[in-house]
């Protein structure tokens, strides 16, 4: 059963961190380019950053940048997500998502499995 669990949200003051987190079983993700992507309350599902598993090679919204890091622990076939700097324009639900040939921020409909949501609120 191929399923990803994404945790670790919860609720922050502004300027604090978090750290995302996006677990798969059933599945190896060394292969998928895995995505986060979050969606605010009445706002459609945006792209935050994501990392292609195969080649190392990561890509971030211009938003993210700077604030956010994606990384891998290939081992522990989970995906990370460090948000630090956070704002109340950061308050969403993030999901995490895996697409298996690409990165691509802009295309939702491009992920081929979606993890469960975990929720950032981030008070000011």
């Known amino acids: 059963d191929v399923q990803l669990q994404a945790s670790g949200g919860g609720l922050v003051q502004a300027g604090g961190s978090l750290i995302l987190s996006c677990a798969a079983s059933?599945?190896?993700?060394?292969?998928?380019?895995v995505h986060w992507f979050r969606q605010a309350p009445g706002k459609g599902r945006e792209g935050v950053s994501c990392i292609n598993n195969s080649d190392d090679s990561k890509f971030a919204a211009s938003f993210a940048k700077g604030r956010f890091t994606i990384f891998s622990d290939k081992v522990k076939n989970t995906v990370y997500l460090r948000m630090s700097g956070l704002t109340p324009e950061d308050t969403a639900v993030y999901y995490c998502g895996t697409d298996p040939y690409r990165c691509s921020l802009s295309d939702p409909g491009a992920i081929d499995h979606w993890g469960t949501g975990t929720l950032v609120t981030v008070s000011s």
């Open positions: 059933g599945f190896q993700l060394d292969y998928f380019s």
